[in-house]
């Protein structure tokens, strides 16, 4: 006797008959697979949301940049850094890195000051002025959209030239070639930024950054205006690897680069080295750590959501058993009668797992809702739901299927 | 005539943790087509028990039953499934019927296993022999609606769907009126008729008067075996 595709339909037809039967009992059993479905959907979407965003940081942060930033300000690191003759990171590190490294890593310092009275035409804004040098925009990433960005010679010549975040020049209504006041220096805008966000920088420790709000101008211009503290202290470098083949040589640099500041600043650690892919491994641990535990919890569910089935599905072989004796004389074999009994766990746990699919949508978004955590909807996990259900029908109701085939007929029709 | 079954030596024996019980004492029987052939005894004889064996939902202890030429003793489990579904019809005493079925679909039960029949071949032949049972107004009616002697019918009805060559009925009138027996009697004597063969356990001395054979279960002596 085999079993085919018509018989498999025919027996889920009746399964969902003498399902409905039983409508309450049933709606019961498919909700305690449904929770273990939920929970699946939901730590699903929970850990794809929390994937795609560091995804997006990582991108935004650059998996092939490192990133110094001068520690100056912390009091205690200042009297070390004093003590020791160190000044922080000085326009001479940022030479120096870019000489021992040659053109393997693109080094690109820069000075910062946030909040800075930007005007031209009667119109005022307050801006981030970056002062650093044309290696700066592509070690961002950056594009213009309009004009062009800074030269070589407009650093060596200290020209007051910028190029504007697409905000600002939206906001003062600049273009190329409009003159704006910077503080107290006017400067010629030679180009506009193509629009590109904020650096993703939560949970970093990296300075946020908005590069739609900046004005950047040469480092040579910046430390002869008034924002310039100290001429020889920078803010911090951005460097970028060039030709990354994987991900040990993003490393590679990075130690490179601790060493000859370390040797620089003779041990102190008056800076601090960010690598974005460093965050991508810690978040990728705990991302695996978190799938971990809420997996557990979901596969937990779905087991006591599979043990309710199973025990459901022994009290309606129970109940049926006349059933089964009379399904049996009329020739049923025992292969059709398993069948029939795994078609009902089966179900049970398909209605199940497609209530648990939608109330896990729901719950993932309510939890973005309140919590403002980010969700996002793999397919992978709206079908290892179901199919882990259907996993569940079949181990859990292959024993009650087996209690029901291996009934005697004449026992099961005298069960009156 | 034609040999349908034939039974040699066959016994039935169950065993309690107190005792053995000999339910079915040594038989030997030849039931041939045409045949109404009754196993009749008082209650507790055996003949029961013994129907079951023919009908293979049972197994002798002893013994062996031969269904045209086929030793059932050498079937598999599935062989006597088959049988079960394409070559016997069965009429029990308490007429057994899925509760949330209507009684189309009961009558319909043997089709879905077996060797496939077109659904609509299935459902014309269902209707005629409502239609034959008297049923026909009744098709989507469900169990509980029905009278114990419609019941029986309907029962019948799903005994002959497949067309089989044997009818197997225990006690079919033991919990019907003398009119629904009469009935009842009537339909099965007219499957004798047609050349099928029809099995019935009873004690019910007006279902004796329709037999063409019978053996009765009271004359084995049990000690002696």
Redesign the interface.
Known sequence: ?RIDL?TVL?DMR?AS??LR?RRFRSTLSALGVGIGVLALVAMLSISEGANREIQQKIASLGTDTIRIDSQTSKTGTRAASELNLSQGLSIEDAEFLSNANNARVTIAPYWVRNQVRVSAQSKTASATIIGSSPSWFSNERLTIVRGRSLRESDLRTSAKRCVIGSTIAARLQLTVGDIATISTMNCQIVGVLHPKGALLTEGTGIASLNFDEIVVMPWSSFALSDMAEETQKIDGIVARVQSVRDESDVFAAAESLRGHLNRRHRGVQDYRIVVPLTLLQEARQTQTLFQLIMGSIAGLSLLVGGIGVMNIMLANVSEQT??I????????????IVTLYLCHAVLLCLAGSVCGILLGVFVALLVQWLVGWPVAFAIESLILGPLLALSAGIIFGLHPALVASRLN??AA?RD? | MNRVIEAKKISRRFSTYRQDVLAVPEVSLCIDAGDLFLLTGPSGSGKSTLL?ILST??TPSTGDVILNGTHLSSCS??DL??I???QYG?V?Q?P?L?P??SVLENVL??T???N?IKPKDAKTRALELLDYVGLIDAMDHYPATLSGGELQRVVFA?ALI?QPDVIFADEPTGSLDADNSHRLLELLKDQAGSGKVVVMATHDRVAMSYATRSISLDKFDRDAN
């Open positions: 006797m018509r025919l009746i008959k003498g039967v006349r059933e004796g009379l399904r049996m004389a009329v020739g049923a074999t025992r292969l059709r007929p004449v029709l009156l | 079951n939902l049972d489990d599935d499934a088959a079960r579904n394409e069965f029990f308490t057994h899925i949330h079925q039960l043997p879905l296993y077996g496939e799903r497949r």
